[in-house]
Every structure is written in structure tokens, then in C-alpha cells.
């Protein structure tokens, strides 16, 4: 039995499209959403696969547990309300039998009582979540909108940042996302730089990411400018699909955030306060925005790979 951060995704976003208030039905359909269906007894015989339905016990039994963890967690992030009181323990229990037709044996069951995860019986998404993205109060529902492969320190910034949104600490959300911003802009410098090697501009670019001598502003301008060089990023840009004009726009995004980050300087004002709408508004922004340069940084990062396969 194992819950594993990905079958909690599932949970969180079962939960958050399909949350019909009822604990049982709930559990019913993800269960079988994911192909996890209970199994109500075990024949242990030799005539029968013994394995695999205990794999069946134990997927079920990890699905259940993983539904339990969601909803709690989404009604700690606010996004769930329960709708009565106490809380109801899922079905657990696994009868077993050595008995096949034919002939005798015995039958017993198994407990998992430590397992178990009360819920409340009858469960809804918040009303004041309903006009508002939903992803935006977890961190896994928000990272799931990414994708896959996202570096750890990118996803540490963002899963800080929507902690800090739930809790309507805008300007330090806005902080984490402009960290997580310049973390994949400094990704997508770095692989520009190692597509062209002996390129006086892409090598100064990646000496200076190296020795993190660029402030944000520089590094937008530089990676910008250096992947504006048809003749070295043109099928980079055909094959990930990150045109110039997208990365330039992906740029104007993130001057964007960079610009709301700077009121952190005592000096520094922003003409728009950093509300709720706007630290929204940047998240969801960024969505589009970091999958276009993550696909942009791994489609250099394997052409420079092919073109320096001793570096």
C-alpha cells in the first residue's frame, strides 16, 4: 500500500471536478476512475492468482487513503467545506476464503483499521472558491496545470507561492512567483547558451548565468535577444513550438511580476496594487508562460546534447 504524490494529485483533482458531496460516492468513483475497483474477498488456493488480487486489495486500499488525505488537505487549503458533522471511516475491510467450489476450507477477513482516514460524510466545494480558479489553493492542482518535469527549485517557489495566495499574503505570493519566474528564465538562458558553444553572445550569456552575475531585468533582455538569432534557434523554435513572439511575450509577462516583486525595495512603488485579482491574474499567466520555456529549454538542451556529446 503506498500513496504516492501523484495519486494524491488525482485525488485532489477528482475531488475539485467531480465533487458530488456524498463521502461513499465519492470514493466509489474515483476508485473506479483510476481502475481501482474494491475487492470484496481474496481466494487464497493454488488454482487461484493469488497476487494479483491482493495488488487489487492494495490499490483500492491506497486510493481509499489517498481520497482521505485530499480532503482533508482541501479543506485546510479552503477549497472544501463538509456539509455535517462528524466524520464516517471508509470501508476497509477484505474478507478472505481458501474455499473453491468443490471443496472445504476457511474463511476469515482482514482489518486495516490503522489505515483508515474519517471523512466527513458530505463534503462540497467552497462558495467562495466557486467564482475563483480552484488550483490556485493547492499547490499540487496548481503544479499539475505545468506538466511533467518541472526542476525541483521551480516547484518549491510555486508550491510556497500558492501556499502564500491561500492565505491572502499577495505581494509574498507574488515574491515566489517572480523566484520561480527567474529560475526558468535562467534555465532557458543556460540551454540557449550551450546549443552555441564558440558564439561570442551565447558564450558571454552563459558565463555570466554561470557566475549569477545578471539581475532579472538583464536576463530577460540578454535570453531574449540571443534566442532573436535565427540562424541559431530557428528549428529549436519550430520543434518546441516557442516562437520568438511568444517568448517575447512570455518576457512581457514576466517584467510583469518583476515589476510587482520590486515594491519589496522600500523605495519602489507599482502603479496597480498587488491584490487578490492580480497575484490570480500573474499565476494563471504564468501557466502558458513557464510551459512555453520549459518546452523551449528542453528541446535546446537536447540539441546541445546531440551537437556536444562529450561536454
Not at 491506497?62 to 471508509?90: C, K, M, R
Not at 558564450?203 to 535570453?223: E, I, N, Q, S, Y
Not at 540562424?231 to 516557442?242: H, N, W
Amino acid at each position: 500500500m503506498e500513496v504516492d504524490p501523484q495519486l494524491l494529485l488525482l485525488a485532489k483533482a477528482h475531488l475539485i471536478d467531480h465533487c458530488t458531496g456524498e463521502m461513499t460516492a465519492q470514493l466509489d468513483a474515483f476508485t473506479t476512475s483510476i481502475g481501482a475497483r474494491r475487492v470484496d474477498r481474496v481466494v487464497i488456493h493454488p488454482t487461484v492468482d493469488v497476487e494479483a488480487s491482493v495488488d487489487a486489495v492494495a490499490q483500492h486500499l491506497s486510493a481509499t487513503v489517498a481520497l482521505g488525505e485530499a480532503v482533508w488537505a482541501l479543506i485546510g487549503a479552503g477549497a472544501l467545506v463538509p456539509l455535517s458533522g462528524g466524520n464516517d471511516a471508509p470501508r476497509t475491510n477484505v474478507e478472505w476464503t481458501t474455499v473453491v467450489p468443490g471443496s472445504g476450507g476457511t474463511s476469515r477477513g482482514w482489518r486495516f483499521d490503522d489505515l483508515v482516514v474519517p471523512m466527513p460524510p458530505k463534503f462540497a466545494v467552497a462558495p467562495s472558491r466557486r467564482a475563483r480558479p480552484t488550483h490556485l489553493t493547492d499547490g499540487d492542482l496548481y503544479l499539475a496545470t505545468l506538466g511533467e518535469g518541472v526542476h525541483p527549485l521551480i516547484v518549491e517557489s510555486l508550491r510556497d507561492g500558492v501556499r502564500c495566495l491561500r492565505a491572502d499574503l499577495y505581494l509574498p505570493a507574488i515574491a515566489m512567483l517572480a523566484k520561480a519566474a527567474e529560475e526558468a528564465w535562467t534555465l532557458f538562458a543556460a540551454s540557449l547558451a550551450a546549443v552555441a558553444p564558440k558564439d561570442a553572445g551565447a558564450a558571454k550569456l552563459g558565463k555570466d548565468v554561470d557566475a549569477g552575475a545578471l539581475h532579472f531585468a538583464a536576463l530577460l533582455k540578454r535570453a531574449t535577444e540571443l534566442y532573436a538569432r535565427q540562424d541559431l534557434f530557428s528549428a529549436i523554435a519550430k520543434a518546441s513550438g516557442a516562437s520568438l513572439e511568444e517568448v517575447r511575450s512570455a518576457r512581457e509577462w514576466a517584467e510583469v511580476v518583476r515589476d510587482s516583486r520590486n515594491v519589496l525595495h522600500f523605495t519602489v512603488a507599482t502603479p496597480v496594487p498587488n491584490t487578490y485579482e492580480k497575484a490570480a491574474a500573474l499565476y494563471l499567466g504564468a501557466v502558458p508562460n513557464l510551459r512555453l520555456l520549459f518546452a523551449a529549454t528542453r528541446e535546446a538542451n537536447t540539441v546541445a546534447a546531440a551537437s556536444n556529446p562529450g561536454s
